[in-house]
T-cell receptor, first 111, second 112 residues
Framework: RKEVEQDPGPFNVPEGATVAFNCTYS??????FFWYRQDCRKEPKLLMSVYSSGNEDGRFTAQLNRASQYISLLIRDSKLSDSATYLCVVNPYSSASKIIFGSGTRLSIRP | EAQVTQNPRYLITVTGKKLTVTCSQN?????MSWYRQDPGLGLRQIYYSMNVEVTDKGDVPEGYKVSRKEKRNFPLILESPSPNQTSLYFC???????????FGPGTRLTVL
């Protein structure tokens, strides 16, 4: 089993739709989690940190389910500009353990 | 402006010709890292550094070297590049390992 798994997509949804991605992780000791957005051939940029209590930023909501070991990202009222690849990142607290990036979920919003 | 810079942005070279990709951050971050990104393989960590003079291997360190003599700089060295090192490379930094990372704009390297 991969340490971090994401559905690669692509998700192709109409503008205004709600879309959700999940990211599962295998290391139960993982402590910090992030969602990044990456546009084609550009650098990843932080979208949201994911906290145990969940967090919301405008149309974006991130949640953490420790029992089932996954994080989720919900995008409401999707815009054309949301088209990108979304990467989840799992970060264990142990200094000896590596930061793991998911391979990304591609999202395409159509007019 | 807080940023991570990389140079060069694009490089075409030939097998065996040593090259260095520079990375610099102005945020006083302790943690710095190099990644390569290849289609279908996602981001893979090459080397990382927890602080000055402290570096360690990531998932794919073979064929690469790094150094961290100053806090702000973390160059990536390819002593004898080979075609399988053709890739998109990103440098990243964060305050500490557990914090969000800031990425440089990327270096697209082609080794012929």
């Amino acid at each position: 089993r991969k340490e971090v798994e994401q559905d690669p997509g692509p998700f192709n949804v109409p503008e205004g739709a709600t879309v959700a991605f999940n990211c599962t992780y295998s290391n139960s000791a993982s402590q910090s989690f992030f969602w990044y957005r990456q546009d084609c051939r550009k650098e990843p940029k932080l979208l949201m940190s994911v906290y145990s209590s969940g967090n919301e930023d405008g149309r974006f909501t991130a949640q953490l389910n420790r029992a089932s070991q996954y994080i989720s990202l919900l995008i409401r009222d999707s815009k054309l500009s949301d088209s990108a690849t979304y990467l989840c990142v799992v970060n264990p607290y142990s200094s000896a353990s590596k930061i793991i990036f998911g391979s990304g979920t591609r999202l395409s919003i159509r007019p | 402006e807080a940023q991570v810079t990389q140079n060069p942005r694009y490089l075409i070279t030939v097998t065996g010709k040593k090259l260095t990709v520079t990375c610099s951050q102005n945020m006083n971050h302790e943690y710095m890292s190099w990644y390569r990104q290849d289609p279908g393989l996602g981001l893979r960590q090459i080397y990382y550094s927890m602080n000055v003079e402290v570096t360690d291997k990531g998932d794919v360190p073979e064929g690469y070297k790094v150094s961290r003599k100053e806090k702000r700089n973390f160059p990536l060295i390819l002593e004898s590049p080979s075609p399988n090192q053709t890739s998109l490379y990103f440098c990243a930094s964060s305050f500490q390992k557990y914090n969000e990372q800031f990425f440089g704009p990327g270096t697209r390297l082609t080794v012929l």
